[in-house]
Every structure is written in structure tokens, then in C-alpha cells.
């Protein structure tokens, strides 16, 4: 250390230095993209395989309340449903890098403590977007449109990102503590696949049985897919149905400061003690 | 842990020394380097305990280890000896339960971040990208170590050079055999230029010929002045890199010294026998000693006695003598000076690791297994 830095200056030294090492680690994460086809391409197949299954094989058999087009009410929930998977990839890629011990080489570094996790989080949303991106196309193709204006569009698109970003850091703290890949993989799909279902992605939560029907209502993937819809002006219905029906945007956000704030700071803590 | 206990076992008596005298007696000589010399690595007592379920494990039970600045230590010992555990805590990847250490001065537990800008760690176990090039993982360390974008790429060329995997930089890592991803990962903990250099195995699992190239670019770093401390489970490795040898087994250090110094402590010369026939390997160890188990070798499979010369050339002649007289034909007999294989048995009386094709053969079984 030098005798002449100040705190001030170290901190926003130390500021300056986890940006750049999140980036180098983002860099690190985009740069394996096209090595590994494999995952981008099962990642967009399988939201495919959502929107076909839902639009022509389940769809003619879910009527929508005020007649709305199915298509449309499906594909912000499918948006929704596949950047939520995504944190079980996140998690699946963070215990992968434990178990290589590439995690631990970071940490024998002088890097930022906290930049392998930005780093993946910052990945996630730049990956996600190009997922999100080929998906809309894919959309686009079977009859979803958006109606409502450039600048709501771009509000959904933007809620819908950081509704990703949060939900990295879920699965960079669950990626975290699973012992295997194999568990890390279980637990993605245990845990965000009754997310994903038990929601308004699919079916109204009003067709539900009335004791799964809150759970379903203030779901944060139902709450994005809800927000979404009413930004896009595709089919909400029941929208003026209790509160988080009313306020799907507003608990949206909520949930993304919740999750943001309870699982960066234990991801944090449980990289920097991984090991002990 | 909770701070009660934690105070508990930093309150507690100092730590015996670390020597132990194994199951034949022998007590290991501990010879630190002199005072006064610079040191970038002191070890005081460290203990850890590692608990799964409901058991635990006592890795490591007061390890004291010092490295002169601008020289090598080798760390040797078997598997599970707590070589690995040394390491992860010295790299500040792990908290001691009990102990301290610094690197160059700076704390490995206090003073982390610190310690990490002057080392260079390669661990067990490769670890690089194996999706990204040779050159992008040196890029991405050079980065993390925090070095400008045009540093790390010179740096990133400069260690592919020497470590000659220029040919193969812009490849994945995938497509590299194992010797290759050793020594990107030791190109890698070199990307920051540390001033001590940590490498934990690794030869391990190399072929003959990558362990020999492996050697030399170690080599070559410490010629260049870097401090190294490197451990290993061969006897062979240890005397061809390191200038001073601690032998670690059962969580302690319980030598340390020159490879000659170790040699010399356990005494003189061995007398070693080849017998004609298999059957007769027990009729000739007895002939040969009667002093405890610990101190003989078997090689089954060459049919090879090793045991202690006490008495030297007139030892020699009476047992070429006796075996005449026991009728037991033999194929070889001599006299040679002792290997560290033997002040490894004799320091903890089970047998080490073999370097893989070193062209004396395994030791199938030994009897000094007490
Ligand atoms: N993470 C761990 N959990 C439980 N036991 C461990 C762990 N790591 C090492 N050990 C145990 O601690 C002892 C020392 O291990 P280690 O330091 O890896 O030895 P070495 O590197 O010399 O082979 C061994 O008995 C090993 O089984
Ligand atoms: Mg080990």
C-alpha cells in the first residue's frame, strides 16, 4: 500500500477494479458461448418447444376469458419462463467452476471479491438478451404482436432484463452451495420448474384450485409476465383482479430489489468462505 | 468454530515439536535455515481440522515451515499427509483452526489481499478454461492479476513462449494433452510475476517425458530468482528441484534438511540382495537382519532385499558369507548409498510414491508395514 492513498481513493480504486475484473470475468463467460454450441441451442429449442406445444397442442384447449388470442397471452410467459430457467444454468455453470477449481485459482488472485459473481451476472444478461432476442423473432413468426408503444415495449424488454439479472444471482448463490453439478441441476429443476407452472405463464391462476391460486398470483414470474402483457397489450386477463394482478410492474421491480439485495451480499459471503 | 473454542486452542501450551518418532524409533532431524536470512514463508503451528458428517479429520497438527527468499522448498510426503492443506492455507484459500502464517510478512489470514498480489498459486489439479485458448487464459489471469490489457497480452505471449506452447496457443484448452494444461497452469500462476511461486503436485500424473519438460521450466523460473515452494509425493522430484526438503506425514513436518543431510541422518549404507528364488526372499531377509521390520524393503517383483549396513564392507562379506551357508543362491549383492526412499521409510516407516517408470520397479509389498 502506499502511504499516499487515501481511503477515498482506495475505495473508488477498489470500485473501479471490480468493474473491470466483472468485465474480464463476463468476457471470460461470452467467450465460451460459441464454443459450446450446444447449450445456447437447447436453451432456444427448448423455449420453442414451450411456445409450439402451448400454441398448437394445449393452446385450442385453454380458452382465454374475454377471447383473447392465445399466442399472444402465451409468449411474454414464455419469455418470463425461460430467462427463469436461466439462473438453474447459472447454478449448474457455478458449480461446474468450483468443482474445476477455477473458482478457487480466482480466489488465490487480487481480484475483486465480488467479480466472478458480477462478472456472471453481467454474462447472464448480455447472453439472455440474445436469447430473449431469438425468441421474440420465433414469436413473431406464430402470431405474437405488440401493440402498445416503442417506449412500453422497451419498458417490458427492460423489466424482463433485470428480472434476469436478479435471477442470475439466485442461481450464482445456488450454484454456490450444491455439492455436484448433478444436484445443482436437480435443484434447478425442483425448484424454478413449479415456479414456472404454478403461475398465470400457461393458464389464468383463476383456473386454479383457490389455495395454489395466491401463490400463483404473487409468483415473481407471474408478476413479469403479467407487467409484460399489459406493457406489450397482449392478453391480461383477470387484470384488475386483486392487487398483484393490479400492480404487476410495481411487485415486479420489488421482487428484483428483494432478490438483488438477499442473494448478492450471500453469494458474496459464501464465495469469499468457499472451502472453509 | 465457535471464538470460545477457537481461543481455546490459541491458548492452549505451545505445540510439542514437530518430530515424532515413528513406530522403530527414529526421530527425524529439523534443520531451519540459519538466522538472519530473509524469509517469504513462515509457518508457525497450523492446525486444521476438516469435519464431514460426523467425523473429523486432523489434516494438519502444528506444521512450522520457513522459506528462504530466492529458494525452493520442497515439501514431501505421501498422499493425504496435508501437503494440499499447507498449500490452500499459504494461498489464503483456507483458514488454519489454530497458527499463523505470512507470506513475505503480510498475514495469509489479515493481510489476504496482499498475500494474493505476491503469489502465484498452481494447484493440484489444472486449473484453466478448458474453453477457452491458451492464450485467452493467460489474457483473462494477466487481467486478474491485475495487469493493463497490453500487459497481459505480452505477458500472455511471453509465457507461451517459454513454456513452448506457442504452436498451440489459439487452440482450446480441450485439445490439450495433459502435460500442455500443466504447464498453461503454471504459465498462469505466473502471469502476475509473483514473487513466491506456489505448486502443489505437479508432475502428478504427468508421463516421464512432460514431468522432464515440467522440470526444466521450473527450472528456469527459479533460476530467474523466483521462490518456490513446491510439494510432492516423489523422492526423485524433490532431490532434482529443491535446494532443502521437508518431509510432512500425518499432518507434521518430521524432517527437513538437504537431500545429503536427510541420507546422512539415517545412517550408512544399505546392502541390497537379489535372490534366485522368489521362495526364498523370507529365508534371506532373516538371514540378512533381525532388527525391526521398518528397516527392510521387498521388492517382490525383482526379488530385491534392502536392509541397513551396519559395519559396512565387513557386513557385506559375512552376509555373502551366511547366505552361502543358509544355501540360498543369489543373483546380486552390493552395497550403495542410501536413496530418499530410504530416509523416507526410515522417517516414517511406510514406503513413498514412486516416480512412474524410474526403471527400479515398484515396490510391490513391503514388510516394514508396521
Ligand atoms: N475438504 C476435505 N474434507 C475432508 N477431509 C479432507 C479434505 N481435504 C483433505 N482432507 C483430508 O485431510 C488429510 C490431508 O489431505 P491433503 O492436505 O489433501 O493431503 P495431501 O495433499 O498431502 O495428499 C487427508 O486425510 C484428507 O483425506
Ligand atoms: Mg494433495
Known sequence: MSAIATPRAASANSFRQAVSDGLVVAWRNLKRVPRIPELAIFAIIQSIMFVLLFAFVFGGAIPLPDGGSYREF??????????????????????????????????????????????????????????????????????????????????????LLLFTFAMSWVGIWMGLYMKTVETAQQMGFTIIFPLTFVSNVFVPPETMPSWLQPVAKWNPVSTLTAATRDLWGNPN???????????????????????????????????????? | MSTHLREAIL?????????????????????????????????????????VGKSTV?????????????????????????????????????????????IMGHDVVTEADAVRSIIGLSGQYAA????????????????????????????????????????AADRVVKTYSGGMRRRLDLAGALAGHPRLLVLDEPTTGLDPRSRIAMWDAIRDRVREGTTLLLTTQYLEEADELAHSIAVVDQGRIIARGTADELKSDIGGERIEVVVTAHEQIDAARHVLWNGPDADVTIDLHTRRITVPAHGGAARLA??????ADASIPI???????????????TLTGHVAEQTEGNGNGYLDETRGQS
Not at chain 1, 131 to 141: C, D, K, N, P, R
Not at chain 2, 318 to 323: D, K, S
Open chain 2, 318 to 323: 559375512e552376509v555373502i558369507r551366511e547366505l
Open chain 1, 74 to 159: 402465451l409468449m411474454p410467459g414464455i419469455f418470463a419462463q425461460t430467462v427463469a430457467f436461466a439462473s438453474a444454468i447459472t447454478a449448474i455453470g457455478m458449480t461446474e467452476d468450483v468443482k474445476k477449481g477455477i473458482i478457487d485459482r480466482f480466489r488465490s488472485m487480487p481480484m475483486s471479491r465480488s467479480a466472478v459473481l458480477s462478472g456472471r451476472a453481467i454474462f447472464d444478461l448480455v447472453y439472455q438478451s440474445f436469447i430473449v432476442l431469438v425468441l421474440m423473432i420465433s414469436g413473431f413468426a406464430v402470431g405474437w404482436r405488440v401493440h402498445g408503444t416503442v417506449l412500453e415495449f422497451f419498458a417490458g424488454v427492460g423489466l
Open chain 1, 237 to 276: 386477463p383477470y387484470a384488475s383482479q386483486g392487487f398483484p394482478a393490479e400492480h404487476p410492474a410495481l411487485l415486479t421491480i420489488i421482487w428484483i430489489v428483494i432478490m438483488v439485495a438477499i442473494f448478492g451480499p450471500l453469494g458474496v459471503r459464501k464465495y469469499r468462505s468457499l472451502s472453509n
Open chain 2, 11 to 51: 491458548d492452549a501450551p505451545p505445540l510439542e515439536p514437530p518430530t515424532k518418532p515413528n513406530p522403530n524409533g527414529f526421530v527425524g532431524v529439523i534443520r531451519e535455515p540459519a538466522p538472519g536470512k530473509p524469509l517469504a514463508v513462515v509457518a508457525e503451528g497450523l492446525v486444521k481440522t476438516y469435519t
Open chain 2, 58 to 102: 486432523q489434516a494438519l497438527d502444528g506444521i512450522n515451515l520457513t522459506v528462504e527468499e530466492g529458494t525452493v522448498l520442497g515439501l514431501l510426503g505421501p498422499n493425504g499427509a496435508g501437503k494440499t492443506t499447507t498449500v490452500r492455507i499459504l494461498a489464503t484459500l483456507l483458514r488454519p483452526d489454530a497458527g499463523r502464517a505470512t
Open chain 2, 128 to 167: 484453466v478454461d478448458e474453453h477457452l485458448t491458451g492464450r485467452e487464459n493467460l489474457y483473462m489471469f494477466g487481467r486478474l492479476y491485475q495487469l493493463s490489457r497490453n500487459d497481459a497480452k505480452r505477458r500472455a505471449k511471453e509465457l507461451l513462449e517459454q513454456f513452448a506452447l506457442t504452436d
Open chain 2, 331 to 345: 543373483d546380486d549383492i552390493g552395497l550403495r548409498r542410501p536413496t530418499l526412499d530410504d530416509v523416507f521409510l
